[in-house]
């Protein structure tokens, strides 16, 4: 007989014994497992849902443009200065647009950008607090602003003022229904704008629709609600692995312009969306943090629980196994006896810990507008959970009742 046909003859008649004696102290093995499965069903949830955040959050950031930057006031992650100093800051003027599109190398598409809130109508209908957004031909690039249908605006509606504009899929769908919107005229703050087109329907980030709002002509925007404003400038650079090189080229263009004296801070910031990724990920870092903690202080209670119910189960079981060694097992026979026992009150927590963290996440994503996601790599995490927590906890009762002596065993009473 070869030693791996010997070795699987051990490991199944290790199997059944422990499932035997488990079968026999089913209060004791329910209770035991407990703890197993809290710890598994906060950990794989926290995981689960941290995963959901993960996706939503890469989908929703990718309407920004992997390739833009956004030169404003305001920094989008304040830290160290006041609002106040912010707030004062010169306004960003034409001036540095146009110094842009003359100087820099290494972006393709620059766009001045404006925005206001006004109510928008139709007929009869009509949209309170919509955004609207005064640009360029340009935007189109810098925001991935494409039309579903009709086209965007061209660079005589921009040069000309044009009373026309480009409005999201929610504008279209909430004014118009199934009628056609190309051509017809809305009103925005009282003035009749022609629509030329409809963007493609972007969804939600952050909670807030990206498909409700207007775009008008930089001028007529000015023409209509005022020029005298800070505006915000979007530029798409040539290349996404140019990025840093493309800040650095902007900086150097805006100090210049602006005449900010060597030495002086930037009073602009030049944002992207890798800011608010690093943000995200502090932010779930502490989640990660928050689960691992929790799962692990529960897995640890578990696991002492495991180690207790063994050291009894040995105390009881002494005799058996004296009657065990008497008849021919060895001291790793009974080692792997408590071993496997461990191994399945874990494998037992783990599996319902699993179940009942897909039931909770998908409980959750259902119910609320958090979204969850179970990845294929929960298993393994449950696979190492069973390895680690039953070897760990298991090892001490098991090699206890391994060197057991045999005689003295027979007496025990």
């Known amino acids: ?111 001045p950008t404006v925005y206001t809130r006004r109510n928008v109508t139709y007929r009869n209908k009509e949209l309170r607090g919509v955004e609207i957004v005064g640009t360029t031909e340009d935007y189109l690039y810098t925001s991935n602003a494409f039309p579903e249908i009709g086209r965007f605006l061209t660079e005589l509606d921009v040069s000309h003022r044009r009373s026309d504009c480009v409005i999201g899929w929610e504008i279209a769908d909430k004014l118009f229904g199934r009628e056609d919107p190309l051509g017809k005229r809305i009103q925005i703050g009282g003035h009749p704008v022609r629509v030329v087109g409809v963007l493609q329907k972007k969804g939600r980030m952050f909670g807030y629709s990206l498909d409700k709002y207007v775009v008008i002509p930089f001028g007529l925007f000015e023409k209509l609600f005022g020029g005298n404003r800070s505006i915000d400038i979007e530029v798409r650079v040539k290349d996404p692995a140019l990025m840093e090189e493309a800040k650095l080229e902007l900086e150097g263009i805006l100090r210049r312009v602006r005449k900010v004296p060597p ?35 529960s897995l640890l209670v578990g696991g002492i629980g495991i180690m207790n119910i063994l050291l009894v189960s ?58 969850a996601a179970i990845t294929p790599w929960v298993a393994v995490l449950g696979i190492l959970f069973i390895l680690t927590i039953g070897t760990v906890f298991g090892i001490y009762p098991a090699s206890r009742a391994a060197r057991l002596n045999p005689i003295e065993s027979l007496r025990y009473e």
Do not use: C, H
Request: charged share 20%.
């Open 1 to 111: 007989m070869s030693r791996v046909y010997r070795t699987l003859i051990a490991l199944r008649e290790g199997v059944v014994i422990a499932l035997d004696s488990l079968r026999a102290y089913k209060l004791r093995t329910v209770l035991t497992t407990l703890g197993i499965v809290i710890g598994v069903t906060t950990v794989v949830t926290i995981v689960a849902l941290v995963q959901g955040l993960n996706r939503a959050f890469s989908r929703e950031i990718s309407q920004l443009g992997t390739a833009t930057l956004y030169i404003q006031k305001f920094p989008w992650i304040m830290t160290g200065q006041s609002w106040w100093e912010y707030r004062n800051r010169k306004d960003i003027t034409t001036k540095e647009v146009e110094a842009i599109r003359q100087y820099s190398q290494l972006v393709d598409a620059v766009a």
């Open 263 to 297: 030495g002086k801070k930037n009073d602009f910031a030049i944002n992207e969306q890798s800011m608010l990724i690093q943000a995200y990920r502090n932010l779930t870092t502490s989640l990660w943090a928050v689960a691992i903690g929790v799962g692990s202080i």
């Open 314 to 371: 040995v105390t009881e079981r002494t005799r058996e196994i004296g009657i065990r060694k008497a008849v021919g097992a060895r001291n790793r026979d009974i080692l792997w006896q408590f071993l496997v026992e461990s191994m399945i009150i874990v494998a037992v927590g783990v599996v319902i810990g699993i179940g009942l963290a897909i039931g909770l996440a998908k409980l959750i994503a259902s119910a609320t507008p958090i979204p």
